[in-house]
């Protein structure tokens, strides 16, 4: 569960870097999927070929051939529900900022997702100290929007001064200078070329945090946000956040089957098989929807085309570390829940402190922000360590049962 944080905590981080460095994100997600599908395939191959540790137990090879496809579409079903949620946030994190996206996803999670898992567990977690976590997250949630609501407003005090309009104006004409040639470097960026090519304006590098930081940032970034709605960037924050909720019961469902549908003597599905099918269904959702936005993108991204994809190597090697990081984080949660309750794995929602680390430190996330905004972040935070101590509290054990 550790090494699960850690990595889910950190991939976010690299595909926020690719976007702000102006790499389209389909091109993104399309590297990111493939790597992420063969992460899951390498664990059924390794960990699977090995079994539960039980000896009545098969290994993945085995389980290809049983009759168990209840369980299978279960895994699927939150295979699904997960991809729908990585997409979304990954276009969340350039409106709302990488820290409270992951935040308030992470929160809606374990307010939905454990309370539910708790029960699916047959109850194997202390209610009397889960609850009172959860309500934790959920208190968490709302300091997260009002943190980006607060940061939101300095960043617009920032951009009103009388800096930003010189700075913005300097910019505006090395834009207009430029627009005989615009329609060519728009098709240079669908190739492969980031789009901070196309507005590299000679100036010295500004500041994290001030409003020449912001324009620079803006100009550089593959999706526009400078005008853009709060409610926009929240409502898909929050959509992302329900995915997020489903998948892990989803999962609980596909390995132990508190339904009964499961023929009788047909063994659960060994989470390490579990979550190949899981990753199966993410990866072909996440290759459909993608290759459909680079034709009709959304957001205002120019269009792509599958040739410009093949093409687009700048950043595919941290796309694919993005991957591997997820797939093995995943896999490791999952791991970590079959053992000691899903509803206590969930405290690997505390990937959000790792997430606000790089955040800070690699895109200079509240950077020069005012004293309200620091003391929303700083409690924020704090209820979210509160809230991942008593949820890993609330750990039990879970009983062994026989198919």
């Known amino acids: 569960m550790l090494v699960s944080l850690l990595f889910l905590g950190t991939w976010p981080a690299v595909l926020t870097l690719l976007e702000q460095r102006g790499r389209l994100p389909q091109h993104t997600y399309l590297d990111y999927s493939i790597t992420n599908f063969l992460a899951a395939v390498f664990i059924a191959l390794t960990f699977g070929q090995i079994g539960d540790g039980k000896p009545d137990m098969p290994n993945f090879i085995t389980q290809l051939g049983q009759d168990n496809w209840s369980s299978i579409?279960?895994?699927?079903?939150?295979g699904v529900v997960l991809s729908l949620g990585n997409l979304s946030t990954q276009y969340a994190?350039?409106?709302v900022g990488l820290s409270v996206t992951e935040v308030i996803t992470s929160s809606i999670t374990v307010v939905i997702g454990t309370t539910m898992n708790y029960f699916l567990d047959d109850r194997i977690n202390k209610a009397e100290i889960l609850f009172p976590g959860v309500g934790c997250f959920l208190i968490a949630v709302f300091l997260g929007s009002f943190v980006h609501s607060s940061n939101a407003s300095d960043n617009k005090k920032k951009l009103s001064s009388s800096n930003y309009k010189s700075k913005a104006s300097f910019i505006a004409e090395q834009e207009l200078s430029q627009d005989i040639t615009s329609k060519d470097q728009r098709n240079d960026m669908e190739a492969g070329i980031p789009s901070g090519s196309?507005?590299?304006?000679?100036?010295?590098?500004?500041?994290?945090?001030t409003a020449e930081f912001l324009i620079e940032l803006e100009n550089r970034r593959s999706i526009k946000v400078f005008g853009s709605k709060t409610f926009?960037?929240?409502?898909?924050?929050?959509?992302a956040g329900i995915c997020f909720s489903l998948f892990s019961p989803a999962f609980n469902l596909a390995t132990?089957?508190?339904?009964?549908?499961?023929?009788?003597?047909?063994p659960h599905l060994v989470v390490y098989t579990a979550f190949f099918y899981f990753s199966a269904s993410c990866f072909i959702?996440?290759?459909?929807?993608?290759?459909?936005?680079l034709y009709r993108p959304v957001l205002g991204l120019p269009k792509s085309s599958f040739t410009a994809y093949l093409n687009d190597w700048r950043g595919r090697k941290w796309a694919f570390l993005a991957g591997v990081l997820?797939?093995?984080?995943?896999?490791?949660q999952f791991m970590g829940g079959q053992a000691a309750g899903y509803a206590a794995a969930d405290a690997v929602q505390a990937l959000p402190l790792v997430s606000t680390f790089?955040?800070?430190l690699l895109f200079g996330e509240y950077r020069r922000s005012s004293r309200k905004t620091y003391v929303l972040l700083v409690s924020m935070l704090f209820m979210f360590v509160v809230a991942v101590a008593i949820l890993m509290a609330s750990s039990g054990h879970r009983k062994t049962s026989k198919s």
């Open 358 to 360: 790089w955040g800070i």
């Open 256 to 266: 132990n089957d508190q339904w009964h549908t499961l023929k009788e003597g047909v």
């Open 93 to 95: 994190w350039a409106f």
């Open 232 to 239: 926009l960037g929240l409502s898909i924050v929050f959509f």
């Open 73 to 78: 579409l279960f895994a699927m079903v939150g």
């Open 326 to 332: 997820c797939g093995f984080g995943n896999g490791f």
């Open 198 to 209: 196309n507005s590299d304006v000679k100036v010295e590098k500004a500041k994290a945090g």
């Open 285 to 293: 959702l996440a290759i459909a929807l993608n290759i459909s936005f």
